[in-house]
């Protein structure tokens, strides 16, 4: 069987993870934990970087960091994993979903005015498949009306909009390192980049239980004491040094990725020509990370069985989202804003092929085979 996923493994993890082991300190923000904030801080060229122990949690920083209150709205897609919308439905605000484009599956930064009302507090951009919203009109907007920019980035390191890395340029950015991305903490894992200055201080006292310990290890304070709203939002050394094992080789993997992405798209050309399947769009201007290689398939009916097929033929793909408004809780803690175009059905045909770290040739051509198989017999 190909498997869908492989959680990404250089080789180098095992020295460091066994380093980390036998340090003096394994909690958070060891030796292993600040090399890889401040390899982010150098890469990313933003103000700060703060591992968590998932992106959840950064987007959960992220609300209590802009002081989200009960019953203020927060604007998103429908179509995004739950933690984009309960990090902030946690803290009481009421999510206003907005349709997608047809083209990337991100956010219509065209619709996202309409949804504005006096309640609104923050938009929060999903950089679907790791390429970007369109984050000039967005910034735009929030200018103007003074909101928050919230950047789920869960799929998006290394990828750029404009040349600025994702994540850099809204006021907070939230980052992922399961298992399923495309590099890993060793399972778990999430980063938060703060942009904005106001919140670094504030966002190190929530990650630290609201106390003001890191002041303290930094000789700031002679003592350190409870100051303000927190939880624990620190991974432990070992997270962070599994992490650093891929971040050493982190151009190596998102070759390695764009190859496989590369070589699906060639492959499926002729089956967009023809009008059997879409590919994915990459619009100008951005470079992407080959975080997922899709399929728009006609309807969900083609998709069952194009599923199907290739489990025959030894092959795991999937699908998601199902869109949040659509879910039993999105439907009490949201409320979808003008007309769902695109967001329902676009999602219902959609399927990931299988692409990972370490995915061969020969099984990318397999796949690819087999895709153009079923299709043939359509
Ligand atoms: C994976 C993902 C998350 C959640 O990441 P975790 O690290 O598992 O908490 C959030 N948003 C999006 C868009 C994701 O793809």
Known sequence: MIPFNKPPYTGNEDQYVLQAMHSDKISGDGVFSKRCQSWFETELKCEKALLTPSCTHALEMAALLIDIQPGDEVIMPSYTFVSTANAFVLRGAKIVFVDIRPDTLNI???????????????????????????????????????????????????????????????????????????????????????????????????????????????????????????????????????????????????????????????????LEKKGYVERPTVPQNLTHNAHMYYLKTKDLEQRTRLIEHLKNDDILAVFHYVPLHSATAGSSFGRFNGVDQYTTSLSSGLVRLPIWYGLEKGDVEKISDSVRLFYLNE
Not at 116 to 141: L, Q, R
Not at 194 to 199: A, H, S, V, Y
């Open 108 to 270: 219509d930064e065209k619709l996202i005015e309409s949804a504005i009302t006096p309640k609104t507090k923050a938009i929060v951009p999903v950089h679907y498949a790791g390429v970007a919203c369109e984050m000039d009109v967005i910034m735009t907007i929030a200018e103007k009306y003074q909101l928050f920019v919230i950047e789920d980035a869960a799929q998006g390191m290394m990828s750029t909009y404009k040349g600025k890395p994702l994540g850099t340029i809204g006021h907070l950015g939230a980052f992922s390192f399961h298992e399923t991305k495309n590099y890993s903490s060793g399972g778990e894992g999430g980063l938060l980049i703060i942009n904005d200055p106001q919140f670094s201080a504030r966002a190190e006292i929530i990650r630290e239980k609201g106390t003001n310990r890191s002041q303290f290890f930094r000789g700031m304070v002679d003592k350190y004491s409870w100051v303000d709203l927190g939880s624990s939002y620190l991974p432990c050394d070992l997270q962070a040094a599994y992490l650093w094992g891929q971040l050493e080789r982190v151009t190596e993997i998102n070759d390695f990725r764009l190859d496989i992405w590369s070589r699906y798209h060639e492959s499926f050309k002729d």
